[in-house]
C-alpha cells in the first residue's frame, strides 16, 4: 500500500517538474550567448571598488597645466562700517508707532517711528518766551532810537538798548532751531509727536526699539542703517598662509548661495594680531555688492600668489562632487579603483577643469567619474 502511494504522488507532480525543467533550459539557452553583467563590487576599504571587467571603463590621463599659487579660505559678508549710519533721537518719550523694520530697505528722509514726547512742550515754551522778549526789546529799542535823537538818553543808553535787542533775536533763533531738531516743523501748532525720519538711504542693519518702548535723548541708536553697495569679505588666514596675501591686491569671491557667480575684490586690511588660539589674522577684503550679498553669508575667497606652479588638469567629467567634496577615481592593481579626494580648481579651455590637489600631471583616472559611480551604487 505504501508503495502504490509513492507511485502515485511521483505521478502527480511529474509533469510539473517536467514543465519547469523546460522553461529553465530555454532560458539558458536565450542567455548562452549574452554578455556577462558588469559587476563592481566595494572592497574591505570603502573607498575601493573591485572590477570584473575594468576595460569597460575608459581611463584619461591629466595634462599638465601651468598657473599662479593659490589659497582658498572661507569668510562672511559683512557691512562696511565706515558705511554704518546711526539713526539718533533727539527727543525723549515713549515710541507709539514704529514704520519700519529690520532688514528693510530704507530711503533717505523715510519716516522710521514717531515718538510721543514731553521734549516738545518745554521747547515751545521757550521758544515762546524768547519770542515775546524779543517784540520787548525791539519795543524798547524802537523808543530808545527816538529819546536819543531828541537828545534826551546818553548813546551808552541806546547801545545797550540794541544790544538787548540783538541777544532777545539770539534767543529767538536758537529756541527755533531747538524745536525743528526735535522734529516740529510748524512752530504756530507745535505737537508733541515726533517723527524720526532716515538720515540716509540703505538696509537697517540693527533695532533696538519696539513698540511702546522707551527713548531716551542721544542714548540707544533706534535703527542702523547700512550702504551695502559696498561690502566687507572678512576671512581667516592662518599663519602660515600669510605669505600669499598682500595689501591692494584682487582676490575672486564666490559666494556659497551662488557658485556660479564670482566677484573681485581688493585686500584693504591684514589684522596686525594674531588670534592666540588658532593661530589666524583677520583679513578684509572689499567688493562692491551687485545686490546678491546679504549680510552673515558664507563666501570662498581665492588669493593669487605671484608663484607659478604646475598642476593637473583633468576633463570636468572625471570628476564627481559628492557629499560636498570632489573626487576622482584611480586604477590601482588587480582590476580595482580607488576613490581619492581631490581640491577642484577653475575651470579651463577644452572642457578642462584644475586640479589642485589630489591628482598629479600623467596620472591615470577614469574618464566618466558619474557613470562609475552609477554602477557601483547598482
Same mark, same amino acid.
Given at each position: 500500500?505504501?508503495?502504490?502511494?509513492?507511485?502515485?504522488?511521483?505521478?502527480?507532480?511529474?509533469?510539473?517538474?517536467?514543465?519547469?525543467?523546460?522553461?529553465?533550459?530555454?532560458?539558458?539557452?536565450?542567455?548562452?550567448?549574452?554578455?556577462?553583467?558588469?559587476?563592481?563590487?566595494?572592497?574591505?576599504?570603502?573607498?575601493?571598488?573591485?572590477?570584473?571587467?575594468?576595460?569597460?571603463?575608459?581611463?584619461?590621463?591629466? #595634462? *599638465?597645466?601651468?598657473?599662479?599659487?593659490?589659497? $582658498? /579660505?572661507?569668510?562672511?559678508? +559683512?557691512?562696511?562700517?565706515? &558705511?554704518?549710519?546711526?539713526?539718533?533721537?533727539?527727543?525723549?518719550?515713549?515710541?507709539?508707532?514704529?514704520?519700519?523694520?529690520?532688514?528693510?530697505?530704507?530711503?533717505?528722509?523715510?519716516?522710521?517711528?514717531?515718538?510721543?514726547?514731553?521734549?516738545?512742550?518745554?521747547?515751545?515754551?521757550?521758544?515762546?518766551?524768547?519770542?515775546?522778549?524779543?517784540?520787548?526789546?525791539?519795543?524798547?529799542?524802537?523808543?530808545?532810537?527816538?529819546?536819543?535823537?531828541?537828545?534826551?538818553?546818553?548813546?551808552?543808553?541806546?547801545? #545797550? *538798548?540794541?544790544?538787548?535787542?540783538?541777544?532777545? $533775536? /539770539?534767543?529767538?533763533?536758537? +529756541?527755533?532751531?531747538?524745536? &525743528?531738531?526735535?522734529?516740529?516743523?510748524?512752530?504756530?501748532?507745535?505737537?508733541?509727536?515726533?517723527?524720526?525720519?532716515?538720515?540716509v538711504s540703505g538696509v537697517i542693519t540693527d533695532q533696538q526699539v519696539t513698540n511702546a518702548a522707551g527713548v531716551q535723548s542721544l542714548g540707544t541708536n533706534p535703527f542702523t542703517i547700512s550702504d551695502l553697495s559696498y561690502v566687507w569679505i572678512l576671512c581667516d588666514v592662518y599663519e602660515?598662509?600669510?605669505?600669499?596675501?598682500?595689501?591692494?591686491?584682487?582676490?575672486?569671491?564666490?559666494?556659497?548661495?551662488?557658485?556660479?557667480?564670482?566677484?573681485?575684490?581688493?585686500?584693504?586690511?591684514?589684522?596686525?594680531?594674531?588670534?592666540?588660539?588658532?593661530?589666524?589674522?583677520?583679513?578684509?577684503?572689499?567688493?562692491?555688492?551687485?545686490?546678491?550679498?546679504?549680510?552673515?553669508?558664507?563666501?570662498?575667497?581665492?588669493?593669487?600668489?605671484?608663484?607659478?606652479?604646475?598642476?593637473?588638469?583633468?576633463?570636468?567629467?572625471?570628476?564627481?562632487?559628492?557629499?560636498?567634496?570632489?573626487?576622482?577615481?584611480?586604477?590601482?592593481?588587480?582590476?580595482?579603483?580607488?576613490?581619492?579626494?581631490?581640491?577642484?580648481?577653475?575651470?579651463?579651455?577644452?572642457?578642462?577643469?584644475?586640479?589642485?590637489?589630489?591628482?598629479?600631471?600623467?596620472?591615470?583616472?577614469?574618464?566618466?567619474?558619474?557613470?562609475?559611480?552609477?554602477?557601483?551604487?547598482?
Open positions: 500500500m505504501r508503495r502504490a502511494g509513492f507511485e502515485t504522488l511521483v505521478l502527480f507532480f511529474l509533469p510539473g517538474l517536467l514543465l519547469f525543467a523546460g522553461c529553465e533550459g530555454a532560458q539558458n539557452d536565450q542567455n548562452a550567448g549574452a554578455p556577462p553583467p558588469l559587476k563592481v563590487e566595494r572592497a574591505e576599504d570603502a573607498n575601493v571598488f573591485q572590477v570584473d571587467h575594468p576595460e569597460q571603463f575608459p581611463l584619461t590621463a591629466a #595634462v *599638465a597645466h601651468s598657473a599662479t599659487s593659490q589659497l $582658498k /579660505v572661507t569668510g562672511t559678508v +559683512t557691512p562696511d562700517i565706515s &558705511r554704518n549710519v546711526p539713526v539718533i533721537s533727539l527727543a525723549s518719550g515713549r515710541v507709539i508707532e514704529i514704520a519700519a523694520r529690520l532688514g528693510d530697505t530704507v530711503q533717505k528722509g523715510q519716516v522710521l517711528l514717531r515718538v510721543q514726547s514731553a521734549d516738545i512742550a518745554g521747547a515751545y515754551s521757550d521758544y515762546q518766551k524768547a519770542v515775546a522778549d524779543e517784540q520787548l526789546t525791539r519795543t524798547q529799542l524802537d523808543r530808545a532810537e527816538r529819546l536819543y535823537a531828541k537828545g534826551a538818553i546818553s548813546l551808552n543808553d541806546l547801545q #545797550v *538798548a540794541q544790544d538787548t535787542e540783538a541777544k532777545a $533775536k /539770539v534767543d529767538v533763533k536758537t +529756541t527755533t532751531g531747538k524745536l &525743528r531738531l526735535l522734529g516740529n516743523t510748524d512752530l504756530d501748532q507745535p505737537s508733541d509727536i515726533v517723527e524720526i525720519r532716515a538720515p602660515n598662509d600669510l605669505s600669499n596675501v598682500h595689501l591692494g591686491e584682487k582676490a575672486d569671491i564666490r559666494l556659497n548661495a551662488y557658485p556660479n557667480e564670482m566677484f573681485t575684490g581688493v585686500i584693504s586690511s591684514v589684522g596686525p594680531v594674531l588670534d592666540p588660539n588658532i593661530r589666524t589674522a583677520k583679513v578684509r577684503i572689499e567688493v562692491r555688492n551687485p545686490g546678491l550679498m546679504r549680510v552673515g553669508m558664507f563666501v570662498t575667497a581665492t588669493f593669487h600668489g605671484q608663484r607659478r606652479e604646475t598642476r593637473a588638469a583633468v576633463p570636468t567629467t572625471a570628476i564627481l562632487h559628492l557629499h560636498d567634496r570632489d573626487w576622482v577615481y584611480v586604477p590601482t592593481p588587480d582590476k580595482k579603483f580607488r576613490r581619492v579626494t581631490v581640491t577642484a580648481g577653475g575651470m579651463l579651455p577644452g572642457n578642462l577643469q584644475e586640479i589642485v590637489s589630489g591628482v598629479a600631471p600623467g596620472q591615470q583616472l577614469v574618464a566618466d567619474a558619474l557613470e562609475f559611480q552609477n554602477t557601483a551604487e547598482q
